[in-house]
């Protein structure tokens, strides 16, 4: 039988992370500016919720307010670090040379292996959300690497879409890991095959309603699934959006 946990929105840890005080050195900015993050998993003092997934050890829903709001220049190593925009524009620089900014759709994979610096940085009035997750590599102190995609939404309706794995034209990872999203606007049946049983999938709502393994998600909802062929991602009426993350367990 599979296995399966579902957490609400209002479960999920919360912290409000000022540009002021203890925290100036982390977050800069203006001395208005914060970082709220709802975040799914347990990680060390970086956020609460559940243990990590697999693979998968940070599941970050995020917002930078006012313009200069930044998590400063900061190091990482044997963490892949992925970034998908949401709303405003982020701009994102590493110490690959990478200095862009990034909208709504999208994504970046920076997988910071033997050692890399980032800066995520909101220049605008309006708030830049986005959705962090930090993987664990197959393999440590790989080369640092980063690359980026955009989702386009009205292509990708009413389909799952690959957007990180070993998918065609998704970017590649150095993991035996995939994330994929789903938009659907109306009621409709999905289905996904993870690579194995031993892989899980975790899906987060990022907007509208699905029906999964018996449960009923709504927005900010979660859920993981392991140990399953197949799983069947029924979505409600009006707008649904998903982020699909399947890492082995």
Not at 153 to 167: F, K, Q, S, V
Not at 202 to 215: E, K, P, Q, R, S
Request: with cysteine.
């Amino acid at each position: 039988m599979p296995n399966s946990f579902v957490l609400r929105a209002d479960e999920r840890g919360y912290n409000k992370i000022l540009s002021t005080g203890a925290t100036a050195t982390y977050v800069g900015g203006h001395p208005d500016a914060f970082i709220t993050r709802f975040s799914s998993f347990n990680f060390g003092d970086y956020q609460d919720g559940r243990a990590g997934f697999g693979r998968v050890r940070v599941f970050g829903d995020e917002a930078f307010h006012h313009p200069g709001c930044n998590y400063n220049m900061h190091p990482h190593h044997n963490f892949i670090i992925c970034a998908f925009v949401l709303e405003g524009r982020l701009t994102h620089i590493n110490t690959l040379g990478g200095m862009e900014d990034l909208v709504s759709g999208d994504y970046y994979a920076f997988s910071a292996g033997s050692g890399g610096l980032h800066e995520e940085l909101n220049r605008y009035a309006e708030p830049m959300r986005a959705i962090y997750v930090w993987m664990l590599p197959d393999q440590l102190y790989l080369p640092p690497s980063y690359a980026r995609g955009h989702f386009d939404a009205a292509a990708g309706m009413n389909r799952i879409t690959p957007l990180l794995g070993d998918a065609a034209g998704a970017i590649k990872l150095s993991q035996d890991a995939r994330v994929s999203r789903l938009v659907a606007d109306g009621p409709g049946g999905f289905r996904y095959r993870p690579r194995s049983a031993g892989h899980g999938v975790y899906a987060f709502v990022i907007d509208g309603t699905l029906h999964c393994d018996g449960a009923t998600l709504k927005r900010r909802d979660s859920s993981g699934v392991w140990g399953a062929e197949e799983i069947v991602y029924e979505t409600g009426r009006g707008d649904t959006d998903i982020l699909l993350v399947e890492t082995i367990i």
